[in-house]
């Protein structure tokens, strides 16, 4: 099968930032208490901007960093948990807005913090079927309008943004034999759905989740590295889902990855779940610290419970 490579990212944040001050004006809470537990200082938040608007812009982001045309794409899938509606998808509404084909297909994917690896596999494989040889690839949520601001386990963790990336499909890249993995559970992490009798907000087991997910980190990057006859040092940048500070420096110190070898942001965005991994590579693009010719491992952990894993070449 014909492999993938990126060719565009690109990332939109709302604007209103909020911090752990304003927070603590919200909840019992405080700064030092935030940062030690999970690392972030500051999130964005949607007031103006919908779902659709962070999608939008992200993606027109990418498309240009991609130096494509609309026309030149096969596919299109949202990786989001938060769209603004059930239906349409927001990857059928980007199919307007864009101007893409008609005749592709565009769909959301929910995997929760998961989604964007998930969706990246499922691009790979439809586009070994498409003519049209680019695909788009976005994480966006709006989480702020599903969390209980009332709750302070949870209303301190999540943000709103997108990530989007242009992959290319060609024979001339290696497949990327992406690692996916799910265990139902619906007590972990949980988000009532449209209809149920308790409001559709956010509740997580903090304490289980982190246990998952330090399993989880080290044994997608060992089957990667695994399947793509690969080591450690092969790797240019680890990026792992922001969920959490301190998983992320557990797994570093328990592997001995050299810390500038893995990137960190949820200090400025909080938890963006399918956003996370896009919204990073963007900022990484963005800062130079990767370009082409960059090996970069990508981890995704959550709400399913569901994990996967995958190393990617940027063109």
């Known amino acids: ?98 101007g893409l084909p008609e005749d592709i297909p565009c769909f959301d994917l929910n995997a929760a913090c998961t989604g964007f690896l998930e969706a990246m596999h499922v691009m790979e494989c439809i586009l070994n079927a498409s003519a049209r040889k680019f695909g788009l690839v976005i994480g966006c949520e709006e989480l702020s309008h599903l969390v209980n601001w009332e709750d302070r386990s949870t209303c301190i963790l999540f943000g709103d943004g997108a990530g989007a990336a242009v992959v290319e499909s060609s024979s001339e890249y290696a497949f990327t034999d992406t690692v996916l993995g799910c265990r139902g559970d619906e007590a972990l992490l949980h988000i009532p759905g449209a209809g149920a009798a308790e409001p559709s907000v956010i509740s997580m087991e903090g304490t289980a989740v982190f246990r998952f997910a330090v399993e989880m980190i080290p044994k997608c990057i060992a089957q990667v590295l695994e399947k793509k006859q690969a080591t450690m040092e092969d790797v240019d940048c680890f990026v792992f889902h922001q969920a959490n500070a301190r998983i992320i420096d557990h797994v570093v110190h328990k592997l001995h990855i050299p810390p500038e070898k893995c990137f960190k942001n949820i200090q400025e965005y909080g938890n963006t779940s399918a956003a996370s991994i896009p919204l990073a590579l963007a900022e990484l693009k963005e800062l130079k610290k990767i370009g082409p010719g960059s090996k970069v491992l990508m981890v995704g952990f959550g709400g399913g419970m569901t994990w996967g894993g995958t190393m990617v070449e940027l063109a």
């Open 1 to 98: 099968m014909d492999g993938i490579k990126i060719v565009g990212l690109g990332k939109s944040v709302p604007q209103k930032i909020l911090t752990n001050d304003d927070l603590a004006q919200m909840v019992e809470t405080n700064d030092e208490w935030i940062v030690s537990r999970t690392g972030i200082r500051t999130r964005h938040i949607c007031e103006t901007e919908s779902h659709q608007d962070l999608c939008l812009h992200a993606a027109k982001v990418a498309i240009a960093d991609a130096g494509i045309e609309p026309g030149q794409i096969g596919a299109c899938i949202v990786a989001t948990v938060s769209a603004d509606n059930v239906c349409p998808a927001a990857a059928c509404l980007l199919q307007r807005d864009l």
